[in-house]
């Protein structure tokens, strides 16, 4: 007997039928058809991606899959430009492995192939895939149920391979189409991204002068390789916002980078670096590329040394040696990324050796760059408390300190001596300088195989209650 329907249901049922005709295979889009990268790479395991590619002509409703993105999208900050209105959008990571294909296969007939180790025959069995713990698997075989261990004298033959996993991530949309081929860009945030700074500096022969060398090293894990792309570096620490503000402000923050100059250039709170040429990134590689360069850029040494002087009896001989200290101030040109410094510095013979490193902050330019590279090997101090005694209200303190320079060239030392409580220098055996707060100053010549002595008094007032 032959069906009947009213003209409405049919009417429906003809155009349900058309739309699920006309409706195109997915379009699968892989980097062969990148027109251009851009990327912006933070401090702090963090890039943002701006990824171009050619795209034909999108039927409604079609999904395209982009191929070769980043496994670490962060998808909330997805946009999609040049592919017509999206309907929706989501990033596929169900990855091909051994333990995806066993979940899928699980309450499902597969084959399994055990060896044999003694003869290493290999034996065929049509079973039932239950459950999977660890390394072992529970499997029906026939009527029975079987534990058996996942090794290389156990294989589970697959008969098919599951249309929803692949081998690599994969972008996936749908949009209201598109009238002619256009040139789509798909910018996000990805994890796996991050860069470094690193300084060698190398002073001249008598160390009053240096130059900067900036290198700046890429890390890429984000599971996808960027080739030739075009990259820019932000320096500056970010604050990356709550889950509820997160695609808003990231987004925000993604079109204003795409926008940014010449490198280097200020850029709201930070700094932005564009590398003048494109290069290749490709995933779990390191790549170093120079980034600041200065020559014959003026250098100051110094040695430092500060104790702290308190009102307790002390009878002990203290001896150390003070810190060498190189400092600069940084052009009118490039800010300095923060970052490691290794110095250098030439021996009689004019062979570079390595003589301390330090860390720097970021500076922006104009500013002075201090650098802690170690401790002087050619001046010692010694100091000692030589008298300690009760007043009224207050207690008298008398200090040595013994600096002794056995280098073949006269050294000076920069003396700091703090105080937790009020105090009053009594006397002093050479003369203070500028000191302020808590801190008393005192710059100390030095010549030659030779040693120098201060001594000083203060008086330390008890804390008013």
Same mark, same amino acid.
């Given at each position: 007997?032959?069906?009947?329907?009213?003209? /409405?249901?049919?009417?429906?049922?003809?155009?349900?039928?058309?739309?699920?005709?006309?409706?195109?295979? *997915?379009?699968?889009?892989?980097?062969?058809?990148?027109?251009?990268?851009?990327?912006?790479?933070?401090?702090?395991?963090?890039?943002?991606?701006?990824?171009?590619?050619?795209?034909?002509?999108?039927?409604?409703?079609?999904?395209?899959?982009?191929?070769?993105?980043?496994?670490?999208?962060?998808? %909330? !900050?997805?946009?999609?430009?040049?592919?017509?209105?999206?309907?929706?959008?989501?990033?596929?990571?169900?990855?091909?492995?051994? @333990?995806?294909?066993?979940?899928?296969?699980?309450?499902? %007939?597969?084959?399994?192939?055990?060896?044999?180790?003694?003869?290493?025959?290999?034996s065929i069995t049509p079973v039932t895939l239950l459950s999977i713990e660890g390394d072992r698997a529970l499997v029906r075989r026939d009527s029975q149920i079987e534990s058996i261990p996942l090794n290389t004298d156990w294989r589970f033959i697959f008969p098919s391979l599951p249309a929803h996993l692949s081998s690599k991530p994969s972008l996936e949309f749908r949009s209201q189409g598109t009238d002619s081929p256009a040139e789509g860009t798909f910018s996000y945030l990805t994890g796996g991204l991050s860069w470094q700074m690193d300084y060698v500096m190398t002073l001249n022969k008598g160390g009053s002068q240096m130059s900067l060398e900036g290198l700046?090293?890429?890390?890429?894990?984000?599971?996808?390789?960027?080739?030739?792309?075009?990259?820019?570096?932000?320096?500056? !620490?970010?604050?990356?916002?709550?889950?509820?503000?997160?695609?808003?402000?990231?987004?925000?923050?993604?079109?204003?980078?795409?926008?940014?100059?010449?490198?280097?250039?200020?850029? %709201?709170?930070?700094?932005?670096?564009?590398?003048?040429?494109?290069?290749?990134?490709?995933?779990? @590689?390191?790549?170093?590329?120079?980034?600041?360069? !200065?020559?014959?850029?003026?250098?100051?040494?110094?040695?430092?040394?500060?104790?702290?002087?308190?009102?307790? *009896?002390?009878?002990?001989?203290?001896?150390?040696?003070?810190?060498?200290?190189?400092?600069? @101030?940084?052009?009118?040109?490039? /800010?300095?990324?923060?970052?490691?410094?290794?110095?250098?510095? *030439?021996?009689?013979?004019?062979?570079?050796?390595?003589?301390?490193?330090?860390?720097?902050?970021?500076?922006?330019?104009?500013?002075?760059?201090?650098?802690?590279?170690?401790?002087?090997?050619?001046?010692?101090?010694?100091?000692?408390?030589?008298?300690?005694?009760?007043?009224?209200?207050?207690?008298?303190?008398?200090?040595?300190?013994?600096?002794?320079?056995?280098?073949?060239?006269?050294?000076?030392?920069?003396?700091?001596?703090?105080?937790?409580?009020?105090?009053?220098?009594?006397?002093?055996?050479? /003369?203070?300088?500028?000191?302020?707060?808590?801190?008393?100053?005192?710059?100390?010549?030095?010549?030659?195989?030779?040693?120098?002595?201060?001594?000083?008094?203060?008086?330390?007032?008890?804390?008013? *209650?």
């Open positions: 007997m032959k069906a009947r329907y009213s003209a /409405p249901v049919a009417l429906l049922m003809t155009l349900s039928t058309q739309l699920y005709a006309a409706t195109p295979s *997915p379009l699968s889009i892989d980097a062969s058809a990148q027109k251009g990268v851009t990327l912006t790479v933070y401090t702090q395991n963090l890039g943002l991606v701006r990824d171009s590619r050619a795209l034909p002509a999108l039927a409604p409703g079609q999904a395209v899959i982009i191929q070769d993105v980043s496994r670490q999208m962060q998808t %909330e !900050t997805l946009s999609i430009k040049g592919a017509g209105q999206i309907l929706e959008q989501n990033l596929n990571t169900n990855l091909l492995s051994h @333990q995806s294909l066993l979940q899928y296969y699980l309450g499902q %007939e597969l084959q399994l192939a055990r060896r044999n180790p003694a003869s290493g025959d290999e700046a090293t890429l890390h890429n894990s984000s599971g996808v390789d960027f080739e030739n792309a075009h990259f820019q570096l932000m320096a500056g !620490t970010l604050n990356q916002p709550a889950p509820e503000s997160y695609r808003k402000a990231n987004l925000a923050m993604a079109s204003m980078a795409a926008d940014s100059g010449a490198a280097p250039a200020a850029f %709201e709170d930070y700094q932005l670096y564009t590398l003048p040429n494109s290069t290749s990134l490709l995933d779990q @590689q390191q790549k170093q590329l120079p980034l600041v360069s !200065t020559a014959a850029l003026p250098v100051t040494r110094e040695y430092r040394h500060e104790f702290l002087a308190m009102p307790h *009896p002390d009878n002990q001989r203290h001896r150390s040696a003070p810190q060498s200290w190189l400092s600069f @101030q940084n052009g009118d040109t490039t /800010p300095l990324p923060g970052g490691a410094v290794r110095t250098f510095a *030439p021996d009689e013979d004019g062979r570079l050796q390595f003589i301390g490193g330090s860390q720097i902050d970021h500076t922006a330019t104009g500013q002075t760059v201090e650098l802690m590279l170690g401790e002087a090997f050619d001046l010692s101090v010694e100091r000692q408390q030589t008298l300690l005694s009760k007043e009224y209200d207050s207690y008298l303190a008398e200090y040595e300190v013994l600096v002794r320079n056995s280098s073949s060239d006269a050294k000076q030392l920069n003396l700091a001596v703090n105080f937790t409580q009020p105090w009053t220098l009594e006397h002093a055996s050479q /003369p203070m300088g500028e000191s302020l707060g808590g801190r008393a100053h005192w710059t100390l010549d030095i010549p030659a195989k030779d040693k120098t002595m201060l001594r000083f008094r203060v008086k330390l007032k008890n804390p008013t *209650p």
